[in-house]
């Protein structure tokens, strides 16, 4: 019964800004990694950021000096602020969450997505 719920999208004239919200829920025993992937018709899922427990960070090379992704831990939430956003960053960003439930099982969870689109 774990959840992750996406917010923050909508559509921005390229220079523009956005920022990403994800909440996880439900009956959580630990989280671990946390991250976002995005997905353009016809192209493949890939990985944009992400978090582990210890705070360590990586990015896809094409978003790097411009998205920040960063973490809530009271709140079971991650964020992705995304600066200077480029018409080739349209696409659906899902969420994703490596989770122990309440049961004591590690599941690889992820959210329903949230579209950015990027035009003029």
């Known amino acids: 019964q774990v959840q992750l719920v996406e917010s923050g999208g909508g559509s921005v004239q390229p220079g523009g800004s956005l920022r990403l919200s994800c909440a996880a829920s439900?009956?959580?025993?630990?989280?671990?990694?946390m991250g976002w992937y995005r997905q353009a018709p016809g192209k493949q899922r890939d990985l944009v950021a992400r978090i582990l427990a210890a705070g360590t960070t990586n990015y896809a090379e094409s978003v790097k000096g411009r998205f920040t992704i960063s973490r809530d831990y009271a709140k079971n939430t991650v964020y992705l602020q995304m600066n200077s956003l480029k018409a080739e960053d349209t696409a659906v960003y899902y969420c994703n969450a490596v989770i122990r439930n309440s049961a004591s099982r590690v599941y690889d969870y992820w959210g329903q997505g949230t579209q950015v689109t990027v035009s003029s």
């Open positions: 439900g009956s959580i025993s630990n989280i671990f990694n």
